[in-house]
């Protein structure tokens, strides 16, 4: 039994992650699973609630006192329907020790996104109650 707990412990050490850039500087990170060849997207960041007010989309995000909307990328795709769909990626961590049990909100306006107002946006970050 001893050996098991070990092992789920150390399995997410084992892990690696990868960041490959391509000419236009863009940055890709690709987590590689312990043990496999399969390269992975890391997992999207849970979010608390989303909202577009004002002409801005505003996302509550879990903090642990450092978060600032510089630690996010937000991903665009247009779908056929006619929204965009929208993935809000966290690039960096927020490795302080306060506690902020109801997160913070951080938020972008239409023109930062590259979107004309009104379009509808669907998030595709999963939710965290």
């Known amino acids: 039994m001893r050996f098991l707990v070990v092992a789920a412990l150390v399995a997410p050490l084992l892990s690696g992650c990868v960041i490959y850039s391509n000419e236009g500087g863009d940055r890709d990170v690709v987590v ?20 577009v007010q004002d002409g801005r989309l505003i996302v509550r995000v879990e903090s642990n006192g450092c978060t600032e909307v510089s630690d996010f990328a937000v991903e665009l795709t247009g779908t056929a ?3 965009t769909e929208v993935t809000v ?14 997160g913070v909100e951080v938020s972008w306006s239409f023109s930062e996104l590259g979107v004309e107002p009104g379009t509808p946006l669907r998030l595709l970050n999963p939710t965290r109650l």
């Open 32 to 51: 590689r699973a312990a043990g496999s060849g399969d390269l992975v997207q890391p997992p999207l960041e849970a979010v608390r609630n989303a909202r």
């Open 81 to 83: 329907d006619g929204w």
């Open 89 to 102: 990626n966290r690039t960096d961590p927020d490795l302080c020790k306060a506690l902020v049990p109801d």
